[in-house]
């Protein structure tokens, strides 16, 4: 697929991001076909508030089910790029302007996004010479 100016590198593509929920998945999967039925690459599969850590004790649950967005990804035929937390940090950074990949690097909140942006990259066709 090409844009209108035929450059490959500007044609669009998709990321779906999904909680692990059953409703959430639904509308995920809709989102899906929806792309293909366009044309539109999906590149993959972004599992959103995966996981709750307690931040005093580290205690993992997971609130909206586990692996909701991998099943998803097997029906699908599509790679998960990865898994956002459910952290208090992430929205408290974000909030105050400055997002958990600026604020606190090397935190897992941030290494689980620039995971993500790595995945997506490595996707994306190399620039013409």
Known sequence: MMNLKGNPELTPR???ISTPQD??????????????????????L??????FQCPKCKHETHIFGADGVRDLAKT????VLGDV???V??????????????????SDAAKAYLKIAVEIVRRLPAPAA
């Not at 699908?76 to 790679?79: F, M, S, V, Y």
Request: aromatic share 2%; charged share 20%; glycine share 8%.
């Open 14 to 16: 998709a990321v779906i």
């Open 23 to 44: 409703v959430a998945l639904l509308d995920a999967r809709k989102g899906t076909e929806m792309f293909r039925k366009v044309h539109v690459p999906v590149l993959g």
């Open 46 to 51: 972004v599992q959103n508030m995966s996981v």
């Open 76 to 79: 699908t035929g599509l790679d």
């Open 85 to 87: 937390p459910l952290q």
């Open 89 to 106: 940090n992430i929205r408290e950074t974000c909030d105050s302007g400055q997002p958990v990949v600026i604020s606190q690097p090397q």
